[in-house]
């Protein structure tokens, strides 16, 4: 994801974007487990027939985050706009086919 040519600034966004793409993989490690850790059902006030699903935060917090790292990458991706267009990426691989 970083480019040798990316000012500091975009730098920072990128190592932003790593470092909450970590978390979004813990959070995702979270929400898989088998167990009661994401979400559990309860009964729904003293009854026997209707019951109620309880999410935990953690797939909350998960779906928050994957809206900011969406954020993220894309403000990269526009800001790599104004200095990728010199076609160096071109150069080579498919681009030839």
């Excluded at 059902?41 to 019951?51: K, L, N, Q, W």
Aim: charged share 40%.
């Amino acid at each position: 994801m970083s480019d040798s040519r990316d000012p500091s600034d975009v730098v920072a966004l990128v190592v932003e974007s790593c470092r909450i793409k970590d978390r979004l993989d813990r959070l995702h490690r979270l929400a898989s487990r088998d167990d009661h850790e994401w979400g559990r059902i309860i009964p729904h006030r003293d009854s026997d027939t209707e019951f109620v699903l309880e999410i935990s935060n953690v797939l909350r917090e998960q779906r928050q985050t994957e809206v900011v790292f969406k954020q993220l990458v894309a403000e990269v991706n526009r800001r790599r706009e104004a200095y990728d267009n010199d076609d160096i990426d071109e150069e080579g691989g498919l681009s030839d086919l």
